[in-house]
């Protein structure tokens, strides 16, 4: 009980630490005009999830910040990998994708503004993208992240069937076929199950 809870401290000073590293690079990146690196390491931030730890809230305040003065500034790419942070970050960080409300403004500003890039380029002469539409746009970034329950279902029970097959398969005297066919079917169960993950 001792050594897990001083593991699970050291854990959880580490994940601290790292949060506030994050910030603090970030804040020197965006000061000296670096974007790019300013969007990974509040991103950083925003993934140093811990019971207590600021830096996630911080983390997302930071990309918020970038996005908006990016857009301000017309840089509509720095605006958008913002925005892409923050939903990777809250996909990276949710056990269950629910599609929580970070997820969906993030979403609704990726397409906002992908849209005003490709119209953009419509009006400077390019062509249009019909899948560029905000509404298209929004419902390819809607789509869920996580696989539907049938897949965990499929590994749960190809796992199980696996294990119970190779443990009755071992303990058998002789060469049993269906032991190692229950072993070899639920292995395989499993391997489909992980490919559609």
């Given amino acids: ?3 897990a809870l001083v593991v699970t ?3 959880w000073v580490g994940r601290v630490a ?3 590293r994050a910030l603090a690079g970030c804040d020197e990146a965006f000061a000296r005009g670096d974007g790019v690196e300013a969007i990974v390491l509040a991103r950083a931030a925003a993934e140093a999830r811990c019971p207590g ?7 997302h305040a930071r990309l918020y910040a970038i996005a908006k003065d990016a857009e301000r500034r017309g840089d509509y790419a720095t605006a958008v990998a913002a925005w892409r942070a923050v939903r990777a970050a809250t996909l990276a960080t949710s056990v269950l994708d629910a599609a929580p409300a970070r997820r969906e403004r993030a979403e609704a500003e990726i397409a906002r503004i992908e849209h005003r890039i490709d119209a953009a380029a419509a009006a400077a002469g390019g062509a249009p993208s019909p899948a560029a539409s905000e509404e298209n746009l929004r419902a390819a970034l809607a789509a869920p992240a996580t696989p539907s329950g ?3 279902l499929l590994v749960t029970v190809g796992a199980a069937l696996f294990a119970l097959g190779a443990a009755r398969f071992v303990r058998a005297r002789g060469l049993r076929p269906t032991e190692l066919a ?9 391997v489909v199950a992980v490919l559609f993950f």
């Fill in 53 to 59: 730890c600021a830096s996630p809230e911080l983390g």
């Fill in 1 to 3: 009980m001792a050594l």
């Fill in 9 to 11: 401290g050291a854990a």
């Fill in 18 to 20: 790292e949060g506030r």
């Fill in 150 to 152: 049938t897949v965990f």
């Fill in 182 to 190: 229950a072993a070899l079917a639920g292995a395989a169960l499993a």
